[in-house]
């Protein structure tokens, strides 16, 4: 647990912020700032930097909590997004679930 850290803080259920699913490790919730039709921050609860720190159980289970989270939805095509290191602003680590994005698109 970090303080000063914003995902810990909604870890620990200190915001009003509304979880959607939840896992062993992990927890989802809506970005405050959508960036696609559905937007959502796949979320570790143990203060974990980024990929270069994740354990191996941590890291797949991202990946089936989003493939889940797809299958559930009936979601036909989706991004996951990693920000690592001074690409990202929190530094706590999360993988964006954009979900109803097109192929056609520049990055
Ligand atoms: P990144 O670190 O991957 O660049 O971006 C962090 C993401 O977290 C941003 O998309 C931002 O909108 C989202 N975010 C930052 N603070 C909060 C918050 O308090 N609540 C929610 N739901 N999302 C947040
Ligand atoms: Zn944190």
Do not use: Y
């Amino acid at each position: 647990m970090n303080e000063d850290c914003i995902f810990c803080r909604i870890v620990k259920g200190e915001t009003d912020t509304k979880i959607i699913k939840e896992s062993e490790r992990l927890i989802v919730f809506k970005d405050i700032s959508p960036q696609a039709p559905i937007h959502l921050l796949i979320v570790a609860k143990k203060h974990i930097q980024d990929i270069t720190r994740i354990d191996e159980e941590t890291w797949n289970e991202i990946k089936d909590v989003a493939t889940g989270i797809a299958k559930a939805r009936s979601i036909p095509g989706f991004r996951l997004v990693h920000n690592a290191g001074d690409a990202s602003l929190v530094k706590h680590i999360h993988v964006h679930f954009l979900g109803e994005v097109s192929g056609e698109r520049k990055l």
